[in-house]
């Protein structure tokens, strides 16, 4: 997981890192231990967090096993709670730029 490579490389501009999923606690659980995640997986199994932030796959009805889940995407929250980077591409194949994120939180880190 490419998150968890650039983990050290957020650690060090001082950014903490968290992940979302539409998965149960004991399926988040089961994968960030098979991962070995050096972040927190956050569960969101009724969709009000994605679908608040704007990135719901609506590919899915209610009630469909995979309603919920999100479109991969990075976002840059301020200690404010500003949204200052957000990125959320369609599909699950490809995966956000994670290098365009460490340069918007360095550009942040640097204007604040």
Not at 39 to 57: E, Y
Not at 82 to 100: H, M
């Amino acid at each position: 997981m490419q998150l968890n490579e650039r983990f050290d490389a957020f650690q060090t501009l001082g950014v903490n890192v968290a992940a979302i999923s539409y998965d149960s606690y004991e399926q988040n659980a089961s994968f960030s231990n098979e991962q070995d995640l050096r972040f927190p997986l956050l569960a969101d199994q009724d969709a009000s967090t994605v679908k608040s932030l704007g990135i719901l796959n609506d590919e899915y009805e209610v009630g469909h096993p995979a309603y919920g889940i999100p479109h991969p995407g990075i976002m840059f929250v301020l200690p404010d709670g500003t949204i200052s980077f957000k990125r959320a591409v369609p599909g699950y194949k490809e995966r956000p730029d994670l290098d365009a994120l460490l340069a918007a939180v360095r550009e942040a880190s640097f204007s604040s």
